[in-house]
């Protein structure tokens, strides 16, 4: 298939489909475009609008199931300050709708900061998971300023366990 050639989707392999997906965001012009590392980097909500807009004409669902594992350890900033380390599988599906027993899955490990009471993470895991899934996936990412809560600096943290749970089930909402 040509970058010229229409895709069949009634025909068309999830592979073939997230092809085609990466072809219709190549084309795309972006509003913000910044230099700071090799990949695109453009604001999350333009490349979520975006990457929807090309999974629905490649003829994409990208599922999510529950995180395959879960870990949260207490971290100490480099101000002193306590914060818990959040870290997980998250597992994306990608589906043909013509026939849904085409699928792939693809699986990414995702980790946040945030203070022990921090009722978001579970969200702030799906959306960095997402971010870097899409890095992978369609070389571009958001603005650095974007992922404070990815970021860690490992030479002035020291980290402790506090629990490791294996059935996401165990996961707190």
Not at 70 to 92: D, T
Request: net charge neutral; glycine share 2%.
């Amino acid at each position: 298939m040509s970058n010229n050639t229409p895709l069949d989707k009634k025909s068309a392999t999830i592979y073939q489909r997230r092809m085609e997906a990466k072809r219709i965001l190549a084309k795309e012009k972006f509003s913000e475009s910044y230099s700071e590392s090799a990949f695109q980097t453009v604001p999350i909500k333009e490349i979520l609008m975006l990457v929807r807009k090309a999974h629905s004409q490649a003829g994409i669902i990208l599922e999510t199931n529950a995180f395959e594992s879960f870990e949260a350890k207490e971290v100490m900033s480099n101000l002193g300050k306590p914060l818990q380390l959040y870290r997980a599988i998250v597992p994306f599906v990608w589906v043909n709708p013509d026939n849904p027993e085409d699928k792939c899955e693809t699986r990414i490990e995702a980790c946040v900061l945030g203070t022990s009471s921090d009722d978001k993470f579970i969200s702030k895991l799906y959306t960095s998971a997402l971010k870097i899934m899409y890095r992978i996936e369609y070389n571009i990412s958001g603005s650095n300023t974007e992922d404070i809560d990815m970021i860690l600096d490992a030479n002035t943290a020291s980290t402790k366990p506090l629990s490791s749970v294996k059935n996401s089930s165990e996961i707190p909402q």
